[in-house]
Nanobody, 124 residues
Framework: VQLQASGGGLVQPGGSLRLSCAAS????????IGWFRQAPGKEREGVSC??????VTLYADSVKGRFTISRDSGKVYLQMNSLKPEDTAVYYC????????????????????WGQGTQVTVSS
């Protein structure tokens, strides 16, 4: 099982980035996927998640209205708009532990595989 996040970079405040999560070794469409981030000196926090079907999405309060998660048959995406300096972190995607299901979670425990992250830096 492998996941790879990509699409990070340096962006000015107010800018946008689109992160992608590619997966291999399992059937992506069978699992909920989460996006997490970790800033230096801080704990990893849940940013957003999407259910297996794509019908259920959840967001951390800090990103609601600015970030949008989506998925297609090949990847999961995180569109990030109106970026703020406090969004600076390494962003990771993660695979849910259990196939099937109807929902998702932004907690850490429901996920079992984590990809290598992608750095997002928001600075002028």
């Amino acid at each position: 099982v492998q996941l790879q996040a990509s699409g990070g970079g340096l962006v000015q405040p107010g800018g946008s980035l689109r992160l992608s999560c590619a997966a291999s070794g399992f059937t992506l469409n069978d699992y909920g996927i989460g996006w997490f981030r970790q800033a230096p000196g801080k704990e990893r926090e849940g940013v957003s998640c999407i259910s297996r079907s794509g019908l259920v999405t959840l967001y951390a309060d800090s990103v609601k209205g600015r970030f949008t998660i989506s998925r297609d048959s090949g990847k999961v995406y995180l569109q990030m708009n109106s970026l703020k300096p406090e969004d600076t972190a390494v962003y990771y995607c993660a695979k849910g532990r259990t196939a099937g299901g109807y929902g998702c979670s932004v907690g850490v425990d429901p996920y079992d595989y984590w990809g290598q992250g992608t750095q997002v830096t928001v600075s002028s």
